[in-house]
């Protein structure tokens, strides 16, 4: 299906980059002339991204000629690089196809121009946007699928003062709640990927950055005893019925976001649950849900939370733990982000890139909500909440950062998630489940 | 053969016919009528090949070499570029996860067509007789006009687990908690609660259900039983009050049974802080050491209770298995668990022979779907039947159930056989309402050839090879019923 879909990719692409090319007549001073620039934002989104960068345009005089790509941005792009037309700059959501670009040599290298710049950003990041040592890219926009978001009334009815930061203080958490009658957890379970990005993220927890990234390229077997024992420690918590609401049976018919729901639910219910999992995105379902929901461990106008959504109700979120055992990992996290890379070398591109790796135009869209920036210079006051800000500072503390890995499997991925899955069902099968595993990664993979 | 019979039905035009050709003006006049075709036989099959190309075009386009080139591609890899053989045919034949797709292909056929055949033809005959027949006809017929998925998605509501939701769970809960309530202190064990979890300090599981002390007690004694997993909103529907130590009284076992868990030490148990609640209304028994009941009583708002003059002995205290019944809670209908008991056999063995529940209810959605259709095609089968021969059999007595079998059902047996035919093609490429009816959880046991074609071919990793070679068993599996029904639309 793919090649005969590429053509029509590539004469779009063309066709979108030429559109891009004629509107930016090259200038040779510093000020003035125009940048076109790619990324996947449109709508709100995109409102909020323009709202960023219009100290640049005022300041430098230059005209950004902003195109929303959406989703396929890198099929686009690919397209466009191949055609020998491509933006200015683009922002791409993945750091393989920066990798892929900076290999063939068609981005620029930006060592040098942001020299005084990449300080910006931790080592974590600024290593996902190098290839061979030199710096390629700046992170603008970052996700955090670190978050376990718990509903701060329930932990209050079981007396929890403070978030668990170990994986043992969440079990531990976890039979306080159940002796105060509250069920821990609501697990998303009737669709593979919410299971896919619980179980990633137990094994960054407990086998760290290195090997998940071993495990992803399966240079790491998934018969290896670090999967083991990342099956062993997730089966602390998923493999006991009580902790989930619904039991196992409830959890394999909870979908997302109906699995949110029974943690912060509408108006007129009850919580079921008082932890559910899943990334910052999370935090627009809670909000839609009622309007109430205030951010942080306080309710509307100073009161205390409440589990009845039509009052004060409040929803927080803490990172997801690693075992104190493996406490090197604990800020290691999973996540999803856009980088920025200079495709066309031009004062204009220079600029911007600039920009983009300074804190002004993050502070911004910060500021406007639904953001989270790497950058540390991004002032932590430029966030609107407290959870805003509690997922910003992850980010940037990170010490490692890696992305969804079964989005990295191919072939496999949705064979990966009924695994996953199967496990739920049955946490004991572990060894059966792994050889599956490995078989199915061996021939999605081809190696 | 208008013209031949009108030829023949009207012997004045052949006469003439006669005359007009014996003159030579006539022949003229005649010849290029008859040359016409003659001559003109090639430009003319030009220009109806030439009306004919579009449509042959298109035909080619999409349905002739989308076909070669699934027949191609099905002997690829993953993406179309290498030679690999019968390996993917292989890959289809040794994988338990694929072959659930042909069970499940092989449960629809089996079941639905033939149910779908008979309830048409029940709906048609009974309609026939009643008035208002339209009307239930209609609302019958009503469900074909939706959407596959439309449909889908309403049975996914009504088969729903919570029964707040599930309109047959919410049916099924009503009945049962008519028979069996719920008591006040719910415990669902489907969801993987126990009572045994309940019992924190002073207490033992005991028999089927309920729980014991721990330690005997005799007459002048106090117990104290602590449980746990009891919610706030509990607390505030049994009116809890706040727990106190029992005092103990002569002749009697008095006693204490409270909530033990404290909001200012969370973590300790066994041991009454003033912040603790007694549990009311729950029902307990007195046991002698032979297991029979000495008596029983209820908890007051504090939690308290008193089995008074219980006479020497040892005893136990037990909270009734009746105080922890959750009553019905949900039957998981979109669940992948088999009807047939198939845990104790090998994997292959199981994906072969399982059935599981939602392939049931898929089939009870599906049958809503399409009885309305295999009425009306039925129905209409039954008014152009000769009416005489019914006649001829009441006349000779027969009662009505013979005329049903020996005269209806035979004359209407080509009409019943298309239907089913038809049934099964529609089966076996059954795809929609499997996508959108089955939970993703179940959806991998659910899962029937055409799914998978799908899922393998389009949906996130690709495998071309995989996918067209599903494809090509799926069209041979077809083929038989095609013919089939197309030789009873020539015949």
């Known amino acids: 299906m793919k090649p005969r879909i590429l053509p029509i990719a590539v004469i779009g692409g063309l066709l979108l980059a030429a559109c891009g090319t004629s509107n930016a007549p090259t200038s040779s001073s510093q000020q003035g002339g125009s940048v076109s620039l790619w990324a996947e934002w449109s709508s709100g989104e995109q409102a909020a991204f323009t709202a960023a960068l219009s100290p640049f345009e005022s300041q430098s005089g230059t005209t950004v000629n902003y195109s929303s790509k959406g989703s396929n941005i890198d099929t686009v792009l690919a397209a466009a690089v191949a055609g020998g037309a491509p933006p200015d700059v683009a922002l791409i959501p993945d750091p393989g196809t920066l990798q892929t670009l900076a290999k063939q040599g068609k981005i620029t290298d930006l060592t040098s121009i942001l020299s005084g710049l990449s300080s910006n950003y931790g080592s974590a990041w600024n290593t996902l946007a190098s290839y061979n040592g030199k710096l390629y890219g700046v992170w603008f926009k970052g996700a955090n699928k670190n978050t376990i978001w718990y509903n701060p009334a329930e932990f209050a009815a079981a007396s929890i003062s403070s978030p668990p930061k170990t994986w043992e203080e969440l079990i531990q958490d976890a039979s306080t709640l159940k ?120 309710g509307s106008g100073g009161a205390s939370c409440t589990t009845d959504p039509s009052a004060t109700p409040c929803y927080n979120f803490f990172d997801f733990p690693a075992p104190s055992a493996n406490s090197a990992n604990s800020a290691a996290i999973q996540g999803a ?90 946490p004991s099968n572990v060894s059966s489940i792994q050889a599956t595993m490995d078989q199915q990664a061996t021939a999605g993979l081809g190696h | 053969m208008a013209a031949r019979s009108l030829r023949r039905g009207h012997p004045l035009s052949r006469s003439v016919g006669v005359s007009t050709s014996a003159g030579p003006l006539a022949t003229a006049r005649v010849v290029p009528v008859g040359r016409k075709p003659a001559g003109g036989g090639r430009r003319d099959q030009v220009g109806s090949l030439l009306f004919l190309a579009p449509a042959a075009i298109w035909l080619l386009a999409i349905t002739i070499y989308p076909v070669i080139a699934t027949f191609r591609n099905s002997v690829f890899d993953e993406t179309a570029t290498s030679y690999v053989g019968l390996n993917n045919y292989k890959a289809i034949f040794s994988t338990a996860s694929i072959l659930v797709n042909f069970r499940n292909n092989v449960i629809w056929v089996v079941l639905f067509p033939f149910i779908v055949t008979f309830l048409g033809l029940l709906f048609a005959v009974l309609t026939e007789r009643i008035r208002w027949s339209t009307a239930f006809k209609t609302i019958i017929f009503m469900p074909i006009v939706f959407s596959a998925t439309a449909s889908a998605l309403i049975w996914r509501t009504i088969f729903d687990l919570d029964p707040h939701v599930g309109m047959v769970n919410a049916a099924v809960q009503t009945a049962s908690d008519w028979v069996n309530p719920p008591g006040l202190y719910p415990v669902n064990t489907s969801a993987g609660q126990t009572v045994a979890a309940l019992a924190s300090s002073g207490l033992s599981p005991g028999a089927s259900g309920s729980l014991q002390s721990a330690s005997t007690a005799a007459a002048g004694d106090t117990v104290e039983l602590g449980l746990i997993g009891i919610n706030a909103a509990t607390l505030q529907v049994v009116g809890a009050q706040t727990a106190a130590a029992p005092s103990a009284s002569s002749g009697a076992i008095s006693g204490l049974v409270y909530r033990d868990f404290s909001p200012s030490h969370p973590t300790v148990r066994g041991q009454l802080f003033p912040d603790e609640v ?214």
């Open chain 2, 278 to 491: 007694g549990l009311p209304g729950l029902r307990l028994t007195l046991l002698r050491s032979d297991g029979t009941g000495a008596g029983s009583t209820t908890t007051d708002q504090h939690g308290d209770f008193n089995f008074g003059n219980v006479g020497s002995g040892s005893f136990r205290v037990q909270i009734d298995a009746k105080n922890f019944g959750s009553g019905f809670t949900g039957i998981f209908w979109l669940g992948s668990q088999s009807v047939t008991p198939t845990s104790h056999l090998s994997q292959t063995a199981q994906a072969l022979l399982s059935v599981p529940l939602v392939d049931l209810a898929m089939i009870v959605a599906y049958l809503w779907m399409w009885a309305g259709f295999a009425m009306v095609v039925i129905g209409a089968g039954l008014t152009s039947l000769n009416r005489e021969l019914l006649e001829a059999g009441r006349v000779d007595g027969a009662t009505e159930t013979q005329i049903f079998r020996r005269i209806t059902m035979p004359l209407l047996a080509p009409v019943l056989v298309v239907v089913l035919v038809t049934m099964i093609i529609n089966v076996l490429k059954i795809f929609d309402i499997i996508l959108n009816m089955a939970p993703g959880s179940s959806q991998g046991d659910a899962s029937t050839l055409a799914l998978a074609m799908y899922n393998d071919g389009f949906t996130g990793g690709i495998h071309s090879g995989l996918s067209s070679a599903l494809a090509v068993i799926l069209f041979l599996l077809v083929i038989p019923a095609m013919v089939s029904n197309l030789r009873r639309i020539r015949g």
């Open chain 1, 179 to 298: 002796a105060a009658g509250v069920t821990p957890f609501s697990l998303c379970t009737d669709v593979g990927w919410p299971v896919a990005d619980f179980w990633q993220n137990v094994y960054l927890k407990t086998a760290g950055a290195d090997k998940y990234n071993q495990l992803s390229a399966h240079s790491v077997k998934w018969t290896d005893s670090s999967v083991t024992s990342a099956f062993t420690t997730m089966a602390q918590l998923v493999g006991t019925p009580s902790n989930l609401a619904g039991g196992i049976q409830g959890s394999l018919s909870n979908a997302y976001p109906a699995c949110v729901d029974k943690v912060f639910p509408k108006a007129g219910s009850q919580p079921q649950a008082a932890m559910v999992f899943e990334g910052d995105f999370v935090a627009t379902e809670i909000t839609g849900n009622s309007k109430n929901y205030m951010p942080g461990t306080t």
């Open chain 1, 337 to 426: 982000g856009d980088v920025a890379v200079v495709l066309k070398d031009t004062p204009q591109s220079e600029a911007l890139i600039k920009y983009l790796a300074g804190p002004d135009g993050a502070a911004i869209w910060a500021h406007l909500g639904g953001f989270a920036s790497p950058n540390k210079k991004v002032p932590s006051s430029a966030y609107p909440d407290p959870v805003s800000k509690g997922i910003a500072q992850a980010l940037v503390g990170a010490s490692s950062f890696v992305f969804s890995l079964d989005d990295l499997q191919g072939t496999w991925e949705k064979n990966m998630w009924q695994d996953l899955l199967d496990f739920v069902k049955n």
